[in-house]
């Protein structure tokens, strides 16, 4: 029974992401359409030092916006705003110091970067980890769900204030969230949110991925029932060949080696859906999708159930300390 509950996860993910890989050499692929100029805006992208997260930071820095980069790694963060600097002739970028498995953290950098005194017209929870060792936050949370999930939580809720006082009528606030085709995986126990009983990192990871549409969902059924100019949006980058997979199997490496080239997306191109639910002036005042290679798709359907959402936002505002 214990073999069967971790090997599962295992054997769903991979087959998942065979089956998304097969798309992206199969199907037409998603090309990014010119966009007006973000000049006068601001964007704060989580995990922009490397991967989809840069790549995303640096396409809104060259259509003008003020882009914040928060992250764990000072050194990262640094040479990413220098780069970033040099390749957009835009010096509106900068760095601040993030750690999502720090809930102090978390809350120290919405404390620096409110003394900035920015609006804020776009939010990309963005930074993740996958496939980790078992092992804990700072909080004593399951690092999948504290740091993909419940950082995230706790960062757009500490922002929402921000974002709602810069959402107009006619250009909404917008929160992005990257989840991923994993998520219609992954299982939630409200029981053993922490996965303590019978650790699998690929039934964790997609477990935390469910939780971040879950949250999408419910988030913007919140905005709506306030009357708020935010919107809140999932995204599915596709798969991606990023430095997230290194905790992969030696066997699953050597598949990526051998066909990666072929079957994945380079980092630029996992961007691409995030930097459309960012600024495409098509989805200006809508909220509440799940969105892959650009399109509006269906999620697993357990993402729209509300009971479940309202359940998860409950226990995550407990385990934030926010209020309900």
Same mark, same amino acid.
């Given at each position: 029974?214990?073999?069967?509950?971790?090997? %599962?996860?295992?054997?769903?993910?991979?087959?998942?992401?065979?089956?998304?890989?097969?798309?992206?050499?199969?199907?037409?692929?998603?090309?990014?359409?010119?966009?007006?100029?973000?000049?006068?805006?601001?964007?704060?992208?989580?995990?922009?030092?490397?991967?989809?997260?840069?790549?995303?930071?640096?396409?809104?820095?060259?259509?003008?916006?003020?882009?914040?980069?928060?992250?764990?790694?000072?050194?990262?963060?640094?040479?990413?705003?220098?780069?970033?600097?040099?390749?957009?002739?835009?010096?509106?970028?900068?760095?601040?110091?993030?750690?999502?498995?720090?809930?102090?953290?978390?809350?120290?950098?919405?404390?620096?970067?409110?003394?900035?005194?920015?609006?804020?017209?776009?939010?990309?929870?963005?930074?993740?980890?996958?496939?980790?060792?078992?092992?804990?936050?700072?909080?004593?949370?399951?690092?999948?769900?504290? %740091?993909?999930?419940?950082?995230?939580?706790?960062?757009?809720?500490?922002?929402?204030?921000?974002?709602?006082?810069?959402?107009?009528?006619?250009?909404?606030?917008?929160?992005?969230?990257?989840?991923?085709?994993?998520?219609?995986?992954?299982?939630?126990?409200?029981?053993?949110?922490?996965?303590?009983?019978?650790?699998?990192?690929?039934?964790?990871?997609?477990?935390?991925?469910?939780?971040?549409?879950?949250?999408?969902?419910?988030?913007?059924?919140?905005?709506?029932?306030?009357?708020?100019?935010?919107?809140?949006?999932?995204?599915?980058?596709?798969?991606?060949?990023?430095?997230?997979?290194?905790?992969?199997?030696?066997?699953?490496?050597?598949?990526?080696?051998?066909?990666?080239? %072929?079957?994945?997306?380079?980092?630029?191109?996992?961007?691409?859906?995030?930097?459309?639910?960012?600024?495409?002036?098509?989805?200006?005042?809508?909220?509440?999708?799940?969105?892959?290679?650009?399109?509006?798709?269906?999620?697993?359907?357990?993402?729209?159930?509300?009971?479940?959402?309202?359940? %998860?936002?409950?226990?995550?505002?407990?385990?934030?300390?926010?209020?309900?």
């Amino acid at each position: 029974m214990w073999l069967l509950s971790v090997l %599962l996860p295992v054997l769903r993910n991979y087959y998942i992401g065979a089956i998304v890989a097969l798309q992206q050499l199969l199907l037409r692929r998603f090309i990014l359409p010119d966009f007006p100029r973000q000049d006068g805006k601001v964007a704060f992208v989580t995990g922009g030092a490397r991967g989809i997260g840069y790549y995303t930071a640096k396409h809104l820095a060259k259509l003008g916006m003020h882009v914040v980069i928060a992250g764990d790694n000072e050194a990262d963060g640094s040479e990413a705003v220098k780069q970033i600097r040099q390749a957009t002739l835009n010096d509106k970028v900068e760095f601040l110091l993030c750690d999502l498995a720090s809930m102090k953290s978390i809350r120290d950098c919405v404390q620096n970067f409110k003394k900035k005194s920015l609006a804020l017209h776009v939010l990309i929870n963005n930074a993740g980890v996958m496939l980790v060792p078992e092992s804990r936050t700072e909080d004593g949370f399951e690092t999948h769900f504290g %740091l993909n999930y419940l950082g995230h939580f706790l960062l757009t809720n500490l922002l929402l204030d921000t974002l709602r006082n810069t959402g107009t009528q006619d250009f909404n606030a917008r929160v992005v969230t990257l989840s991923s085709a994993t998520h219609f995986n992954g299982q939630l126990n409200f029981d053993d949110l922490q996965s303590s009983d019978c650790y699998s990192p690929h039934g964790a990871y997609a477990q935390s991925k469910l939780a971040l549409v879950l949250f999408t969902y419910y988030l913007q059924h919140r905005l709506t029932a306030e009357g708020c100019h935010v919107t809140a949006n999932a995204v599915d980058p596709g798969v991606v060949n990023t430095d997230l997979y290194k905790h992969v199997s030696w066997p699953g490496r050597i598949v990526m080696w051998m066909t990666g080239w %072929l079957l994945l997306k380079q980092a630029d191109e996992g961007a691409f859906t995030s930097i459309y639910a960012s600024v495409s002036p098509d989805l200006e005042g809508t909220g509440g999708c799940y969105l892959y290679n650009g399109e509006k798709i269906k999620s697993a359907d357990v993402t729209y159930d509300a009971e479940v959402q309202m359940k %998860l936002w409950l226990e995550s505002c407990k385990m934030a300390a926010l209020p309900v």
